[in-house]
Every structure is written in structure tokens, then in C-alpha cells.
T-cell receptor, first 112, second 118 residues
Framework: ETGVTQTPRHLVMGMTNKKSLKCEQH?????MYWYKQSAKKPLELMFV???????ENNSVPSRFSPECPNSSHLFLHLHTLQPEDSALYLC???????????FGPGTRLLVL | AQKVTQAQTEISVVEKEDVTLDCVYE???????LFWYKQPPSGELVFLIR??????QNEISGRYSWNFQKSTSSFNFTITASQVVDSAVYFC???????????????FGTGTLLAVQP
């Protein structure tokens, strides 16, 4: 596989469920990002990891919990979400100078 | 504060027409990067171009061309002889330049939906 992959591509969950989104990058990058894309709103940066360390938490509610076990993998753990959390969640990785971010295909999440 | 404005929400053209997508940005930084990404219906954001604020040369890549005007804080994107496959949402983005290995934050515009009709 090449580039940035995300699984699952689609997810439907109830408000009491716990689920995880997975992102994997095969580009040798050191920085990884989670973004949220809601309808009619700009992309919102959620979390940034650099060399496995979280460097940015953009005031994200605690029901979203990121995990970065190594520079190639990034997870977003979800629990007790709300319907307004329904969105496309995009993962990205950054190149050697962190100038350009390369995105995965996203996970379309629907919270019922 | 940094901001990116894409005033065109939706554009519809007929195949083979030329189309220009506008992007205006605001930043107090003297060094920054500008980007364009394409988001087809599949959802993935596809990187198209990165421009350094010191380089105002226009760039052409096949049917795509970019016009960077620092004096007007604009970074417009033109598709020549549009095709149906160009239909997508196009995002302009801005990031500051971080030194010392820190990560860059991308500030995105709200995107322009381009529909190319056959």
C-alpha cells in the first residue's frame, strides 16, 4: 500500500458505542494529523503528532481520544459521541519539513 | 490572524471551458506557504501545489496554472479546457513556516465546488 490509508471508510455508531478510527501512512513522515470536515464548514484541525508526541490539541472534546503508537500509525478513539460529531474525519501526514500534508481518504462517520 | 477566503461557493462550467478559482489570504507572517488541494467525491484531499511566499513565479502544470500575486494576497487557480473529471471541491490553504522541526498548521478556505458539465 502507498500513501495514507484510513479504516474504516464508513462508520455508523450509536451515542453509547465505543469505536476507533485507524490511520496508517507509508510515506516515512514524522508528523500526523486528524482533521474534522463537517458540511458547510472549513476543515478543522483536531490533533497533531510529531515524532509520536502530541503537539496540538485544538480544544477537542474529551470524547475524542487520539493515540499515536509510532510515526506510521494514528488512532482516534471515539466514545459517547453526539449526532453533531457526524462528519468526515481525515488523517494526514507531513513530509520532512512538515510543509506539505498528504491526506487519507477519510472515514465518514454517522452518529445516531 | 491567518485567514483564507474562497468567495466562490459553486461554479458550473461546460466541458472545455476555462475556469478560474479565486483564493485570497490574510497573514501577518512574511514567510508562508500556499496550497491548493482537490477533493473529489471519494473524499480524499489530493495535493496539487505548494508555493513559498518568496516565489511569485506563476506555475503551469498541464491544464492547471496558478497565479500568485503577493500585492493583492491572492493565489488563483485556473483550469484550462476543463473536463468532467475536474469536478470536485477545491481548497486553498495557508500555513506559516515553522523552523526547528515544528509542525505546520494549515488554514483552509471553505472550498469551491466545481461542476463540469459534459
Amino acid at each position: 500500500e502507498t500513501g495514507v490509508t484510513q479504516t474504516p471508510r464508513h462508520l455508523v455508531m450509536g451515542m453509547t458505542n465505543k469505536k476507533s478510527l485507524k490511520c496508517e501512512q507509508h510515506l516515512g513522515h514524522n508528523a500526523m494529523y486528524w482533521y474534522k470536515q463537517s458540511a458547510k464548514k472549513p476543515l478543522e484541525l483536531m490533533f497533531v503528532y510529531n515524532f509520536k508526541e502530541q503537539t496540538e490539541n485544538n480544544s477537542v472534546p474529551s470524547r475524542f481520544s487520539p493515540e499515536c503508537p509510532n510515526s506510521s500509525h494514528l488512532f482516534l478513539h471515539l466514545h459517547t459521541l453526539q449526532p453533531e460529531d457526524s462528519a468526515l474525519y481525515l488523517c494526514a501526514s507531513g513530509d520532512k519539513d512538515h510543509e506539505t500534508q498528504y491526506f487519507g481518504p477519510g472515514t465518514r462517520l454517522l452518529v445516531l | 490572524a491567518q485567514k483564507v477566503t474562497q468567495a466562490q461557493t459553486e461554479i458550473s462550467v461546460v466541458e472545455k471551458e476555462d475556469v478560474t478559482l479565486d483564493c485570497v489570504y490574510e497573514t501577518r507572517d512574511t514567510t508562508y506557504y500556499l496550497f491548493w488541494y482537490k477533493q473529489p467525491p471519494s473524499g480524499e484531499l489530493v495535493f496539487l501545489i505548494r508555493r513559498n511566499s518568496f516565489d511569485e513565479q506563476n506555475e503551469i502544470s498541464g491544464r492547471y496554472s496558478w497565479n500568485f500575486q503577493k500585492s493583492t494576497s491572492s493565489f488563483n487557480f485556473t483550469i484550462t479546457a476543463s473536463q468532467v473529471v475536474d469536478s470536485a471541491v477545491y481548497f486553498c490553504a495557508l500555513s506559516e513556516v515553522n523552523y526547528g522541526g515544528a509542525t505546520n498548521k494549515l488554514i483552509f478556505g471553505t472550498g469551491t465546488l466545481l461542476a463540469v458539465q459534459p
